[in-house]
């Protein structure tokens, strides 16, 4: 199984910036699509972002100009750049590697909180 571990959440104002980092347990990058899902408390998990094969990116519309997703592959790590923060992005946030239809991994989520 692979193992997804997410660090680098926590309270920022709104305009501030934070990192996100994914670190897997082994290299899967050349094979999986990798992505960021944000939740809050009683909605659905919502897509922030992806990266596949290739470097291509998707971003929620929500997000497009100020997140941006990326992965080292030396390092088996991805990260979300997140730049001017707003309250509404307040939420947890999941890496997640997927490779359908029979590997589907996600980390445990880390709470990123935009307030002032």
């Known amino acids: 199984q692979v193992q997804l571990v997410e660090s680098g959440g926590g309270l920022v104002q709104p305009g501030g910036s934070l990192r996100l980092s994914c670190a897997a347990s082994r290299s899967i990058f050349n094979s999986y699509t990798m992505g960021w899902y944000r939740q809050v408390p009683g909605k659905q998990r919502e897509l922030v972002a992806t990266?596949?094969?290739?470097?291509?990116?998707n971003y929620a519309d929500s997000v497009k100009g100020r997140f941006t997703i990326s992965r080292d592959n030396a390092k088996n790590t991805m990260y979300l750049q997140m730049n001017s923060l707003k309250s509404e992005d307040t939420a947890v946030y999941y890496c997640?590697?997927?490779?359908?239809?029979?590997?589907?991994?996600w980390g445990q989520g880390t709470q990123v909180t935009v307030s002032s």
């Open positions: 997640r590697a997927n490779r359908p239809p029979s590997y589907n991994f």
């Open positions: 990266i596949i094969i290739g470097d291509y990116t």
